[in-house]
T-cell receptor, first 112, second 117 residues
């Protein structure tokens, strides 16, 4: 079955710098890759997603890139702010049921 | 976006008692809901898929007699932790898919933190 690996487990960056979180997946049939942000004690919320028919998607300070050949996708956050501090989860899914397979999560710490 | 509400947000119970957690889709109908368990500093672990009007589909290793799931209506799914023990203490969270079907987004409830004494 599908396996999603996420790195690093913890990432500490200076406020204003960029943060990159990487995930790899094993099932080449996976075609949907969302990223969720979970603040402490809160519910996960979708921040960006990408489908396999595109290589990159951007939404203001957040971008996701996908390399289908290498089977990895990355989350890029630029100009980080204190409110970006949270745990970020990547996931992958494939037809027919599109069940999400989750990465282990990355705790992002923004240092003032 | 779609709203999923979960209740209670926190519950403390004695060992041996049962606890029911409700998950409601507030502004849409959900034929399928997903129940996750999350340990501290860990990822989301899918426990079961709740199907309206039929039996839930449990993931491998999840005891269906321990974690009873009922999806009696298109807007309500319940998870009952039966004969709870301290090892059942965890954060339980439900979710439902984007009702429009245009995206694969999952909308999550607020989560329920269960503490079994």
């Amino acid at each position: 079955g599908e396996n999603v690996e996420q790195h690093p487990s913890t990432l500490s960056v200076q406020e204003g710098d960029s943060a990159v979180i990487k995930c790899t997946y094993s099932d080449s049939a996976s075609n949907y890759f969302p990223w969720y942000k979970q603040e402490l004690g809160k519910r996960p919320q979708l921040i960006i997603d990408i489908r396999s028919n595109v290589g990159e998607k951007k939404d203001q300070r957040i971008a996701v890139t996908l390399n289908k050949t290498a089977k990895h996708f990355s989350l890029h956050i630029t100009e980080t702010q204190p409110e970006d501090s949270a745990v970020y989860f990547c996931a992958a899914s494939r037809p027919p049921n599109y069940q999400l397979i989750w990465g282990a999560g990355t705790k992002l710490i923004i240092k003032p | 976006g779609a709203v999923v509400s979960q209740h209670p947000s926190r519950v403390i119970c004695k060992s041996g008692t049962s606890v029911k957690i409700e998950c409601r889709s507030l502004d849409f109908q959900a034929t399928t809901m997903f129940w996750y368990r999350q340990f501290p500093k860990k990822s989301l672990m899918l426990m079961a898929t709740s199907n309206e009007g039929s039996k839930a589909t449990y993931e491998q290793g999840v005891e269906k007699d321990k974690f009873l799931i009922n999806h009696a209506s298109l807007t309500l799914s319940t998870l009952t932790v039966t004969s709870a023990h301290p090892e059942d203490s965890s954060f339980y969270i439900c979710s439902a898919r984007d009702p429009s079907g245009r995206t694969g987004e999952l909308f999550f409830g607020e989560g329920s933190r269960l503490t079994v004494l």
